[in-house]
């Protein structure tokens, strides 16, 4: 509709130009010839313009349809701009909230990197604190140690002691139990004795393994000493008047044995009894044998009341 207004407005434009150039002539057969060529005239231009108005028309077309389609590629390209602009928009608040992450990660980040160096100040505070109880442990080690060692070093040494004397204990023993001892006194007057008094054997007839000193010691008081320590046999043989009378074997003041007084010879008519007593017993060293009368006072006949005193292992 548009193009056919366009041409009829150019028909009328080229209509008047033209009929405006013409000069005014005289009615008549010049002025129809002239009308007529000039009619014939603007039929061809007539038919020429009505070619270019379906030209145009054509163009028109193509143009209206080149319109369309540009149009409609205008609308998906508007369209795909509004996809575009709304994926911008995700992008964006995608970005903004990737940013939000990443400055929260950050945030946490400089506080975990804060917890690191706390972390490190304590590992480094724990590993002083180590390093110090370490020393400490070490020079407590090391003064254990050296007290342990003194200690080993004194305990050693006096179980060196101990085990020295052990060992000269058990020489000694060896040695006192090769030793002989032996002695065989008898008493060497008629003596008359009171209750509970020890009997002293005077007259020596052997002496085995017993130095002068003891011996003297003996002599004078009737106790034997016993120096070399093992196992003893004690034998007494008292001959007296004293009927029903006894005599004790002591060792250290403790009674080991008592001998009695038979009444059998009396009985026959012969005036002296006979009393026995025979004991075997460990001596250790400085204890005492003692012979006294017992809870009588009573004779004892010389050399045929002895005592006999021999070590046997």
């Not at 990737?98 to 990660?105: A, F």
């Not at 009985?267 to 007593?277: F, L």
Request: charged share 20%; with cysteine; hydrophobic share 35%.
């Amino acid at each position: 509709m548009c193009g056919l207004l366009f041409l009829c407005c150019v028909f009328m434009f080229t209509s008047g130009f033209l009929l405006d150039q013409e000069p005014q002539q005289s009615q008549g057969q010049t002025d129809i010839a002239i009308l007529e060529r000039k009619f014939l005239g603007l039929q061809e231009k007539n038919v020429l313009l009505v070619d270019n108005l379906k030209r145009l028309q054509i163009q028109y077309d193509s143009l209206s349809s080149a319109l369309l389609n540009t149009t409609s590629e205008l609308k998906t390209i508007q369209k795909k701009n509004i996809q575009q602009l709304q994926t911008v928009d995700s992008l964006q608040q995608k970005l903004h909230t990737l940013e939000t992450l990443v400055n929260s990660s950050h945030s946490q980040e400089q506080a975990r990197n804060q917890d690191v160096l706390v972390l490190q100040t304590q590992m480094q505070e724990t590993n002083t604190k180590l390093s110090n109880s370490y020393n400490n442990l070490t020079i407590q080690l090391q003064t254990t140690n050296y007290n342990l060692n003194k200690r080993s070093m004194d305990q050693f040494r006096v179980l060196e002691g101990r085990l020295y004397n052990v060992e000269k204990r058990q020489n000694d023993s060896l040695v006192s139990v090769k030793q002989s001892v032996g002695l065989f006194a008898c008493v060497s007057s008629l003596s008359s004795l009171n209750q509970r008094t020890t009997i002293k054997y005077q007259k020596i007839k052997t002496s085995e393994g017993i130095t002068n000193q003891y011996l003297t010691s003996f002599e004078s008081s009737g106790v034997f000493v016993c120096e070399v320590p093992g196992l003893y046999h004690i034998s007494v043989v008292t001959l007296s008047t004293t009927h029903r009378a006894s005599v004790v074997i002591y060792l250290n003041n403790e009674q080991l044995l008592r001998g009695h007084i038979n009444d059998y010879n009396s009985g026959n008519g012969v005036m002296y009894d006979i009393g026995v007593g025979i004991v075997v017993t460990k001596l250790k060293k400085d204890e005492t044998i003692s012979i006294k009368t017992g809870h009588l006072d009573m004779d004892i006949a010389a050399d045929d009341s002895c005592l006999t005193i021999v070590k046997v292992g």
